[in-house]
């Protein structure tokens, strides 16, 4: 079976500027996948290119096995936020979700209004006028439009932008409870800490260049600490160092930071519970985060280039 989403070889060069860079990823059913890179990285052209709403240079990129173009019928199996959902803002939520299902061709007896409000979560809110409503609510109102029409893919360019914690929650709730229903999911972000507790799996981007990818668990494996607190110091420090994929041991507060090439941070614990050390904590903050700044130094350009100091042309439709 094909993947829901392949990206293979894509580049998107607007003049000068290489904006996506041989990009190549694939998505299967029930993923939630996360494009993760620093602003400018080529996130939303490559979500762009995907959606048919942008030509790529080289390179192709295919939907449920097909490659799309403005209008293929694929893109009725996918709901998408790129860039701000837009609404009118003097137009009540339920009023902006007609209009623009409509707008399509769509008969409004057909869309899944019921899944979409339910999803998103707005309640009574939908009779309001848009412009009472908080970034976040505008936001969830973006995902019920994206949900009208039952899809299977959902691509969602930096969906918490802007909002506040509380609303990040839901929007990531959201989330989950879409991939629950085994839709699949791709979106973009360039918070590590949401990728990691939102995403199976991801691809790192920088430069319009694929960094890394794989699960997000393989991704953190691949660098980073962890933050060890036991009974014992002395003894869990030589018990560590011991272990081949280990490479420092180092002391931090009241415990241990662990470098490890290899191996997750449960080996750490097993190796420590077998020597007989009772483990307080075990922990891996910021292990995406370091894993990401590791890479992202790894693939700088040696010269000093801003490409995210250009021109953010062309985001209108
Ligand atoms: N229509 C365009 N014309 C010219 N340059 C563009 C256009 N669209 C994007 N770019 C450039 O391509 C690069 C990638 O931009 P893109 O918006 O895809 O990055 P991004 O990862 O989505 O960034 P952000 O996190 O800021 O949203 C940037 O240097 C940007 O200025
Ligand atoms: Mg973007």
Redesign the pocket.
């Given at each position: 079976m094909s993947a829901v989403v392949e990206v293979e070889g894509l580049t998107?060069r607007?003049?000068e500027?290489?904006?996506?860079d041989e990009l190549s990823f694939r998505v299967e059913q029930g993923q939630v996948y996360g494009l993760l890179?620093?602003?400018?990285?080529?996130?939303?052209?490559?979500?762009?290119c995907l959606m048919g709403l942008?030509r790529p240079s080289t390179g192709r990129t295919r939907l449920f096995g097909t490659e799309v173009a403005p209008g293929s019928p694929e893109l009725f199996r996918v709901g998408a936020i790129i860039e701000q959902a837009s609404f009118v803002p003097h137009l009540s939520g339920l009023r902006n979700l007609r209009l623009w299902w409509e707008a399509g061709g769509g008969r409004w007896a057909d869309a899944d209004l019921e899944t979409a409000l339910a999803v998103a979560q707005i309640d009574d809110a939908i009779d309001r006028k848009v412009k009472t409503y908080s970034q976040g609510m505008q936001q969830r109102l973006g995902f019920a439009r994206a949900l009208l029409g039952r899809p299977e893919l959902l691509v969602l360019?930096?969906p918490t932008n802007g909002l506040d914690p509380a609303e990040i929650r839901v929007v990531r709730d959201l989330i989950h409870r879409l991939a629950d229903e085994g839709r699949t999911v791709v979106f973009?972000s360039?918070h590590l800490s949401e990728v990691e507790q939102t995403c199976s799996h991801a691809v790192v981007?920088n430069h319009?260049r694929r960094v890394a990818e794989g699960t997000v668990a393989s991704l953190i494996g691949g660098a980073g600490s962890v933050h060890v607190e036991v009974d014992d110091v002395a003894r869990a420090r030589a018990v560590l160092a011991a272990l081949p994929e280990v490479t420092s041991v180092s002391s931090q507060g009241l415990g241990l930071n662990v470098e490890q090439r290899t191996g997750s941070r449960a080996d750490l614990g097993a190796a420590l519970v077998g020597a007989g050390i009772r483990v307080e904590t075990l922990t891996t903050q910021n292990r995406l985060e370091e894993a990401f700044l590791v890479l992202m130094q790894a693939t700088e350009p040696p010269g000093p280039t801003d490409?995210?100091?250009?021109?953010?042309?062309?985001?209108s439709r």
């Open positions: 998107k607007f003049g500027v290489t904006a996506v890179g620093p602003n400018g990285a080529g996130k939303t052209t490559a979500l762009r942008e360019d930096e973009s360039h981007v319009g490409r995210s100091a250009a021109q953010h042309g062309g985001t």
